[in-house]
């Protein structure tokens, strides 16, 4: 087939209206991008990247990133290092036995990777999509080998197109329906990230009785195929073959600005709870996308600004132009200054609020808990 099957501006259409997910064939086939396997990635790239490292066999609990080990290398050592001949240097994957680890360089923000070669940003062609102007910057790259995984999670904000370009993955998808059913937690927090607490390919059915009831959908994405993950569907992403590369693109929607307060609000709560040192607190609970761990200074700002925002477009204001009902401190200028919010102590205040505003509900004995954490979030019913 030598056409599209799609315009830009059908395959837009789809992309904003479709409830499920679904894969597109045939969209791709001139992007220079199909070019990426690792071979030619690692003469573009020659720095070391991180890659984090899993054992092949599963477990009935997820890897979580914080309790994965670390491995800094080039993709060419990685290169070496897949193909097993113990010929070529694999660099610091020498440690490692192949048949045992699985290894990912996941998440890498392409206009990162790339600087110096800003041109191989337009290999990336999302504007057959309808987005014009969007490409490799604004996108981001995966590379592993055969078991590398994602820990099942759904994204905050947007939707997201996934372009599969070397080797296939296995995609297992849930309906935002099935939250419940997926043992949703913050911890480990990551923002824009709501983790599962269940293996989904192992799942322990006595802990998590509810997954039962989870409806995936399972796709296997080949090299060529882009697959549109709607907004808010949970998703647990596996390799399949010995090398796989794939490129993404999170598309913003208009309801993010909503989910954007949701998440400033957690990041508050969660910092607040877990920050403070306790026996509840040993736990590695921020995970290693996470830069460092934001003052409730930076998080009351933050969430200021994602208010702000967010009834800035829904015109939704009080009286005197103060933009959040409910209860803190405020600066002159109306702004929510502090809350009380400690481990152990009051989160009333920040419960109420979430309440009043509908964003989130939270689970207040887990949180009065505190052992180990704490506040999960659903839709509010
Ligand atoms: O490819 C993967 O391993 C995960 C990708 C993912 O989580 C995403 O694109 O949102």
């Given at each position: 087939m030598d056409f599209k099957p799609f315009s830009p501006d059908e395959a837009r259409r789809i992309v904003q209206s479709l409830q499920k997910p679904a894969v597109y064939l045939n969209m791709t086939k001139d992007w220079p991008a199909l070019n990426w396997t690792v071979k030619h990635l690692s003469s573009c790239l020659t720095d070391r990247i991180r890659f984090r490292i899993g054992k092949r066999t599963e477990d009935r609990a997820p890897l979580f990133e914080t309790e994965c080990s670390y491995i800094e290398a080039t993709l060419k050592e990685f290169l070496n290092w897949t193909a097993n001949d113990g010929e070529s240097s694999a660099g610091?994957?020498?440690?490692?036995e192949f048949k045992e680890f699985w290894a990912y360089a996941d998440y890498k923000y392409i206009a990162q990777l790339f600087q110096d070669k800003p041109a191989m940003f337009q290999d990336v062609v999302w504007s057959d999509f309808g987005f014009p102007g969007r490409d490799g910057q604004d996108s981001t790259l995966w590379i592993g080998t055969q078991g590398a995984n994602t820990p099942c999670h759904l994204d905050s904000y947007g939707c997201n197109l996934v372009f599969q370009i070397q080797g296939r993955k296995r995609w297992h998808l849930f309906p935002p329906d099935d939250t419940a059913c997926l043992y949703?937690?913050?911890?480990?927090?990551?923002?824009s990230s709501v983790f599962s607490r269940?293996?989904?390919?192992?799942?322990?059915l006595i802990k998590f009785p509810a997954f039962r009831r989870a409806r995936p959908h399972t796709v296997i994405l080949q090299p060529g195929q882009v697959l549109f993950v709607p907004r808010h569907w949970w998703h647990y992403v596996e390799s399949l073959d010995p090398v796989t590369v794939s490129v993404n693109s999170w598309i913003e929607m208009d309801i993010d600005d909503e989910a954007r307060v949701q998440e400033a609000l957690t990041k508050t709560i969660v910092c607040a709870l877990k920050s403070?040192?306790?026996?509840?607190?040993?736990?590695?609970?921020?995970?290693?996308?996470?830069e460092r761990v934001s003052s409730h200074d930076e998080n009351m700002q933050y969430l200021n600004l994602a208010a702000k925002a967010c009834m800035d477009k829904t015109g939704d204001r009080t009286e005197d132009g103060t933009l959040l009902a409910g209860s803190g401190k405020r600066d002159s200028s109306g702004?929510?200054?502090?809350?009380?919010?400690n481990a152990k102590g009051n989160l009333d205040v920040m419960v109420n609020f979430l309440k009043v505003r509908g964003f989130v509900h939270i689970r207040n004995q887990e949180v009065q808990m505190g052992e180990r954490l704490v506040c999960t979030y659903l839709p509010m019913t």
């Amino acid at each position: 087939m030598d056409f599209k099957p799609f315009s830009p501006d059908e395959a837009r259409r789809i992309v904003q209206s479709l409830q499920k997910p679904a894969v597109y064939l045939n969209m791709t086939k001139d992007w220079p991008a199909l070019n990426w396997t690792v071979k030619h990635l690692s003469s573009c790239l020659t720095d070391r990247i991180r890659f984090r490292i899993g054992k092949r066999t599963e477990d009935r609990a997820p890897l979580f990133e914080t309790e994965c080990s670390y491995i800094e290398a080039t993709l060419k050592e990685f290169l070496n290092w897949t193909a097993n001949d113990g010929e070529s240097s694999a660099g610091p994957f020498s440690d490692c036995e192949f048949k045992e680890f699985w290894a990912y360089a996941d998440y890498k923000y392409i206009a990162q990777l790339f600087q110096d070669k800003p041109a191989m940003f337009q290999d990336v062609v999302w504007s057959d999509f309808g987005f014009p102007g969007r490409d490799g910057q604004d996108s981001t790259l995966w590379i592993g080998t055969q078991g590398a995984n994602t820990p099942c999670h759904l994204d905050s904000y947007g939707c997201n197109l996934v372009f599969q370009i070397q080797g296939r993955k296995r995609w297992h998808l849930f309906p935002p329906d099935d939250t419940a059913c997926l043992y949703p937690t913050r911890i480990p927090y990551e923002e824009s990230s709501v983790f599962s607490r269940v293996s989904v390919v192992q799942p322990d059915l006595i802990k998590f009785p509810a997954f039962r009831r989870a409806r995936p959908h399972t796709v296997i994405l080949q090299p060529g195929q882009v697959l549109f993950v709607p907004r808010h569907w949970w998703h647990y992403v596996e390799s399949l073959d010995p090398v796989t590369v794939s490129v993404n693109s999170w598309i913003e929607m208009d309801i993010d600005d909503e989910a954007r307060v949701q998440e400033a609000l957690t990041k508050t709560i969660v910092c607040a709870l877990k920050s403070p040192p306790s026996t509840d607190n040993g736990d590695h609970w921020l995970n290693p996308t996470e830069e460092r761990v934001s003052s409730h200074d930076e998080n009351m700002q933050y969430l200021n600004l994602a208010a702000k925002a967010c009834m800035d477009k829904t015109g939704d204001r009080t009286e005197d132009g103060t933009l959040l009902a409910g209860s803190g401190k405020r600066d002159s200028s109306g702004l929510l200054k502090t809350l009380a919010l400690n481990a152990k102590g009051n989160l009333d205040v920040m419960v109420n609020f979430l309440k009043v505003r509908g964003f989130v509900h939270i689970r207040n004995q887990e949180v009065q808990m505190g052992e180990r954490l704490v506040c999960t979030y659903l839709p509010m019913t």
